[in-house]
């Protein structure tokens, strides 16, 4: 419920920080609240209790909520979704950060359509690591050549990678996406973000070096997909 919001990013910060003692894991973690489907009034009551960043899959609703909400400071969109090449203009406007960038032509029109007087749209590369058929996402051994290519456009700035493993594979495979940020650092300092782990999977996700997780029902409660 709407109500309980911040309740429930209490709760969520505070098992955070559980999983970071138990693991003794010495990085900071962004929490992206994914805001998708939900009003514009629920992503006022999370701001009021302190969450800055939000996740959008939809273009349509990353334009309107962001339009709506600009008089907030520090707020934080992260689109996450898939994306279409037709959309590829009001991402690069509205969106501090992409997280599903899989394919050159995508990374060249959002270079190309960042306006001039924003900073470098912060963008991670989207690995399909369970090579799932129905899945965005470039293959593991794909991942250094795009890498490469997205780090030398301008108006972008590549900063790590970003997974949607297929539900119920656990640690190993997010220990596999660590071992591919690793890979990614040594040509790519700077790429130290690893996002993945959701609201089902997130402990797991964390323990094994996820610098960002996505969570939306843990923090919004379930979704109603009749509001897009």
Known sequence: MTDNIAEAL????????????QY???????????????????IVRAYQAGQRAYG????QELVSKATELQALPELEWHFIGPI??????????YAH?????????????????????????????????SAENSKAGVSPHDMPALAQAVAKLPGLELKGLMAIPEPGSGKVTFARMAELSALLQQQHPQATELSMGMSDDWPDALACGATMIRLGTAIFGARDYHNR
């Open 10 to 21: 209490q709760r969520t910060q505070q098992a955070i920080q559980q999983i970071q003692r």
């Open 24 to 42: 003794s894991l010495p990085h900071r973690v962004r929490l992206i609240a994914v805001s998708k489907t939900k009003p514009a009034d629920a």
């Open 56 to 59: 959008e899959n939809y273009v």
């Open 84 to 93: 279409q090449s037709n959309k590829t203009r009001d991402i690069a406007r």
């Open 97 to 129: 950060w992409v997280h599903s960038v899989d394919r050159l032509k995508v990374a060249e029109r959002l270079s190309a359509q960042r306006p001039a007087d924003l900073p470098p749209l912060q963008v991670l590369l989207q690995i399909n690591i």
